[in-house]
C-alpha cells in the first residue's frame, strides 16, 4: 500500500461546479498534513495546512478524518484558473519533517 | 523578497559527468531538502538537512551527494554513478522547531530541470 494515495484523475468540470478529491495515508502517527497545488512544469505551492478542526480559506474547505485516515479538498465555484494538479502531503512522522507526497490529482476546468 | 531559488532552470549534461545543482533561501528556514520529480511519480527525497554541516540521506539517495557549509545554501552534485539523472530537481525548505500553530510547510524554489544526452 502507498504511504499516500490518492485518485490521478482527471477530474473534467464545468466552470462553477463543485469538485472534491479525497486522499488516504497509511502512517496513523502522522501529525501534518497539506494540499499543494502544482501547475504544469512549476513547483508545488502550498494550497492549505489542514487541520484536525478542518478549515476553509475562500473556496477551499480542507477536511481531515484521523479515524479513517483521509483528508478532503473541496473547491467550490470552480476558475478556469483552478485547473492544476492537486498533491496530497503528509509528514513521515517521527522527530523529523519529512513530508510524503502523494502523486496528484488532475483537475480540468473546462469553459 | 524573501524566498528560495535554484539555478540554472534547465541543465544539460553528458553521460559521465557530475554537476551541480545550486540552491539558496534568504528565509532564515534551519531545514533543506532535495527532490527529484518524475512523470506520473510523486516527490522522492533525495537528501534533507535539518541544521548547518548535517545531513541525512532520503529515500533515492545513491549517486547524488550534498553538503550544508552555510544556512543558505544546499547544493546536490548529481554524480556519474546515478543511473537515471533525468528529471525535475526541487529544492524545499522549512521552520525546523516550528511554532505552535504552524506544521512545518516547505517552501519550494522553482525547479532545475537536469537532461542527461
Known amino acids: 500500500r502507498k504511504e499516500v494515495e490518492q485518485d490521478p484523475g482527471p477530474f473534467n468540470v464545468p466552470e462553477g461546479a463543485t469538485v472534491a478529491f479525497n486522499c488516504t495515508y497509511s502512517?496513523?502517527?502522522?501529525?501534518?498534513f497539506f494540499w499543494y497545488r502544482q501547475d504544469c512544469r512549476k513547483e508545488p505551492k502550498l494550497l492549505m495546512s489542514v487541520y484536525s478542526s478542518g478549515n476553509e480559506d475562500g473556496r477551499f474547505t480542507a477536511q481531515l478524518n484521523r479515524a479513517s485516515q483521509y483528508i478532503s479538498l473541496l473547491i467550490r465555484d470552480s476558475k478556469l484558473s483552478d485547473s492544476a494538479t492537486y498533491l496530497c502531503?503528509?509528514?513521515?512522522?517521527?522527530?523529523?519533517?519529512?513530508?510524503?507526497f502523494g502523486t496528484g490529482t488532475l483537475l480540468a476546468v473546462q469553459p | 523578497d524573501g524566498g528560495i531559488t535554484q539555478s540554472p532552470k534547465y541543465l544539460f549534461r553528458k553521460e559521465g559527468q557530475n554537476v551541480t545543482l545550486s540552491c539558496e533561501q534568504n528565509?532564515?528556514?534551519?531545514?533543506m531538502y532535495w527532490y527529484r520529480q518524475d512523470p506520473g511519480q510523486g516527490l522522492r527525497l533525495i537528501y534533507y538537512?535539518?541544521?548547518?554541516?548535517?545531513?541525512q540521506k532520503g529515500d533515492i539517495a545513491e549517486g547524488y551527494s550534498v553538503s550544508r557549509e552555510k544556512k543558505e545554501s544546499f547544493p546536490l552534485t548529481v554524480t556519474s554513478a546515478q543511473k537515471n539523472p533525468t528529471a525535475f530537481y526541487l529544492c524545499?525548505?522549512?521552520?525546523?522547531?516550528?511554532?505552535?500553530?504552524?506544521?512545518?510547510?516547505?517552501?519550494f524554489g522553482p525547479g532545475t530541470r537536469l537532461t542527461v544526452l
Open positions: 502531503v503528509v509528514n513521515g512522522g517521527g522527530a523529523t519533517n519529512k513530508l510524503i
Open positions: 524545499a525548505s522549512s521552520i525546523e522547531a516550528p511554532l505552535e500553530g504552524h506544521y512545518n510547510e516547505q517552501f
Open positions: 528565509l532564515n528556514h534551519d531545514a
Open positions: 502512517n496513523s502517527a502522522s501529525q501534518s
Open positions: 538537512s535539518q541544521i548547518v554541516n548535517d545531513f
